[in-house]
């Protein structure tokens, strides 16, 4: 029979099921030399120079971290199994992996106890009331309302630009928290001081104290009480602040001097976070730990918790609505879920392959962002505990996350000297904000949706919506201010007749 057109010969067919074979083949072998490397490669970083001491290769190069370093193990790995060497496999005992799975417990403290228990009643309230009111939404909600919603809130978030700024310190800034009345930011600097500016006039406030002493080195964090301005004492405790002079300070906002100074990092303090509930910090450090302090009026302020779990620096923190989970990341690109309800890490975030700087929850409980070094952002399901969608945000490291109140929007900040808005209904990117001149610190969103910045270029930025309800209440008190700036330049100019 004759071969019709289109057919394949027989030897053709033979050709290419050989073609197949031969790249199954190599596939399988391509496989099989990576489970080899894998298992020849240690995770901790002292097992990574050992080995390559052993190796004969150097133990750093200048500039190297643990990720690198062990990225180019695996690289002298993979060149030793081409070159037809036999690697070799790190084993565990059957004793020794025992021990690596078997639960450590330590009898915790009194107060450990304590704050745990009312950590426990703070949260499950907490809990209730959001799945209440979330129910409540839910049943109010049609698909025209959410259409409708999407819609003018993308066209809302388009619309954001910046309104005012202002330099907020002698040195780069590092941190920037909107007070929970959103009339005020707080900023902190590398030159060891905290200032209080008024929004949106974006002036030093004078109705209460406004730079704040008491840090020997930078001023690395800062963070409100959830009642500042709304019913705690000028002389209690407002705000927390966290330095690379491994102390947590806490202050009133009708001194310059800090109410109390808390220590027992060994190391300086990366990050801070207030508990919702406002009787507690958290803190992340240098020292692998991330420590809980106990700051109730009235209790003898300490750290209750100082917390193991990290294998290298922690830096990110950040605490759920409901206070029940505190999000953690490290600078070896690990992410850590803990409950403060019992201590157990509960989810490890895998996947960013550098630094995790920072992290964030959203304010529906579930969902949260995480950022770093490797320029991406993850979005994460904690009901399912996995990664809803990985995002290439910036064009340089991602230095902080931060969902609005409503968790209608996320923004980002980053070392490429902008800001981004996303939407979190379908994780699309709504508008880039541009207006600092170096790597930005950080960001935080107040409760009517404005946004404040601050950077390295040692200023802070308001941002805000063009067609808000509010806009022309800010451009009249910025012409109010401009009118006044002026009239005082013009005060200031010398009489030519009283010169002579």
Same mark, same amino acid.
């Given at each position: 029979?004759?071969?019709?057109?289109?057919?394949?010969?027989?030897?053709?067919?033979?050709?290419?099921?050989?073609?197949?074979?031969?790249?199954?083949?190599?596939?399988?072998?391509?496989?099989?030399?990576?489970?080899?490397?894998?298992?020849?490669?240690?995770?901790?970083?002292?097992?990574?120079?050992?080995?390559?001491?052993?190796?004969?290769?150097?133990?750093?190069?200048?500039?190297?971290?643990?990720?690198?370093?062990?990225?180019?193990?695996?690289?002298?790995?993979?060149?030793?199994?081409?070159? =037809?060497?036999?690697?070799?496999?790190?084993?565990?005992?059957?004793?020794?992996?025992?021990?690596?799975?078997?639960?450590?417990?330590?009898?915790?403290?009194?107060?450990?106890?304590?704050?745990?228990?009312?950590?426990?009643?703070?949260?499950?309230?907490?809990?209730?009331?959001?799945?209440?009111?979330?129910?409540?939404?839910?049943?109010?909600?049609?698909?025209?309302?959410?259409?409708?919603?999407?819609?003018?809130?993308?066209?809302?978030?388009?619309?954001?630009?910046?309104?005012?700024?202002?330099?907020?310190?002698?040195?780069?800034?590092?941190?920037?928290?909107?007070?929970?009345?959103?009339?005020?930011?707080?900023?902190?600097?590398?030159?060891?001081?905290?200032?209080?500016?008024?929004?949106?006039?974006?002036?030093?406030?004078?109705?209460?104290?406004?730079?704040?002493?008491?840090?020997?080195?930078?001023?690395?964090?800062?963070?409100?009480?959830?009642?500042?301005?709304?019913?705690?004492?000028?002389?209690?405790?407002?705000?927390?602040?966290?330095?690379?002079?491994?102390?947590?300070?806490?202050?009133?906002? #009708?001194?310059?001097?800090?109410?109390?100074?808390?220590? =027992?990092?060994?190391?300086?303090?990366?990050?801070?976070?207030?508990?919702?509930?406002?009787?507690? *910090?958290?803190?992340?450090?240098?020292?692998?730990?991330?420590?809980?302090?106990?700051?109730?009026?009235?209790?003898?302020?300490?750290?209750?918790? #100082?917390?193991? =779990?990290?294998?290298?620096? *922690?830096?990110?923190?950040?605490?759920?609505?409901?206070?029940?989970?505190?999000?953690?990341?490290?600078?070896?690109?690990?992410?850590?879920?803990?409950?403060?309800?019992?201590?157990?890490?509960?989810?490890?975030?895998?996947?960013?392959?550098?630094?995790?700087?920072?992290?964030?929850?959203?304010?529906?409980?579930?969902?949260?962002?995480?950022?770093?070094?490797?320029?991406?952002?993850?979005?994460?399901?904690?009901?399912?505990?996995?990664?809803?969608?990985?995002?290439?945000?910036?064009? =340089?490291?991602?230095?902080?996350?931060?969902?609005?109140?409503?968790? #209608?929007?996320?923004?980002?900040?980053?070392?490429?000297?902008?800001?981004?808005?996303?939407?979190?209904?379908?994780?699309?990117?709504?508008?880039?904000?541009?207006?600092?001149?170096?790597?930005?610190?950080?960001?935080?969103?107040?409760?009517?949706?404005?946004?404040?910045?601050?950077?390295?270029?040692?200023?802070?930025?308001?941002?805000?919506?063009?067609?808000?309800?509010?806009?022309?209440?800010?451009?009249?008190?910025?012409?109010?201010?401009?009118?006044?700036?002026?009239?005082?330049?013009?005060?200031?100019?010398?009489?030519?007749?009283?010169?002579?």
């Amino acid at each position: 029979m004759s071969e019709q057109p289109g057919d394949v010969s027989e030897s053709a067919r033979k050709a290419l099921d050989e073609k197949e074979a031969a790249m199954k083949a190599i596939q399988e072998s391509q496989a099989s030399r990576s489970k080899e490397v894998e298992a020849s490669l240690p995770v901790l970083d002292p097992d990574v120079r050992v080995r390559l001491r052993e190796m004969g290769e150097p133990v750093t190069l200048f500039g190297e971290g643990p990720y690198e370093r062990r990225l180019r193990l695996r690289q002298v790995l993979a060149g030793e199994l081409l070159s =037809g060497k036999t690697l070799q496999k790190i084993t565990v005992s059957k004793t020794a992996a025992k021990k690596q799975t078997e639960r450590f417990m330590t009898k915790g403290s009194e107060a450990l106890r304590e704050a745990r228990l009312e950590i426990t009643s703070y949260s499950l309230k907490a809990a209730r009331e959001r799945i209440a009111k979330q129910q409540q939404q839910h049943t109010d909600t049609t698909i025209d309302s959410i259409e409708s919603k999407r819609s003018k809130q993308q066209s809302l978030l388009s619309g954001y630009t910046t309104f005012a700024s202002q330099v907020g310190g002698d040195r780069p800034l590092s941190g920037i928290k909107v007070s929970p009345d959103a009339k005020r930011a707080l900023i902190s600097s590398w030159d060891s001081k905290i200032r209080l500016f008024d929004i949106p006039e974006c002036d030093k406030t004078q109705d209460y104290k406004n730079t704040f002493h008491g840090h020997k080195d930078r001023v690395t964090g800062v963070c409100w009480h959830p009642n500042a301005f709304v019913s705690q004492s000028n002389s209690s405790l407002n705000f927390a602040s966290c330095s690379a002079d491994k102390s947590v300070k806490l202050w009133g906002v #009708d001194s310059e001097n800090p109410i109390e100074t808390l220590g =027992g990092h060994s190391d300086r303090i990366n990050k801070i976070a207030m508990h919702p509930s406002g009787s507690f *910090v958290a803190t992340t450090s240098q020292d692998r730990t991330w420590r809980l302090w106990d700051v109730t009026a009235g209790r003898q302020s300490y750290g209750v918790l #100082d917390q193991e =779990g990290h294998a290298s620096p *922690v830096y990110g923190i950040d605490i759920q609505s409901d206070g029940s989970l505190v999000a953690t990341g490290d600078t070896s690109g690990i992410g850590r879920i803990w409950d403060l309800r019992h201590g157990y890490s509960i989810f490890v975030l895998q996947g960013h392959q550098k630094q995790v700087l920072a992290v964030s929850f959203s304010p529906n409980g579930w969902l949260m962002c995480t950022g770093g070094d490797d320029n991406i952002i993850k979005l994460w399901d904690l009901r399912r505990r996995e990664v809803l969608k990985t995002i290439s945000a910036h064009g =340089g490291l991602i230095s902080s996350a931060k969902f609005d109140p409503s968790g #209608d929007f996320l923004v980002t900040t980053s070392y490429d000297t902008t800001l981004k808005i996303w939407d979190t209904s379908d994780f699309s990117h709504i508008r880039t904000l541009r207006g600092h001149d170096d790597k930005v610190m950080s960001c935080d969103i107040s409760n009517d949706g404005s946004i404040v910045s601050c950077a390295f270029d040692r200023t802070w930025k308001y941002w805000n919506k063009q067609t808000s309800v509010g806009d022309d209440e800010i451009d009249e008190l910025l012409l109010d201010k401009a009118r006044a700036e002026t009239e005082s330049d013009l005060d200031n100019i010398p009489n030519s007749d009283s010169e002579g």
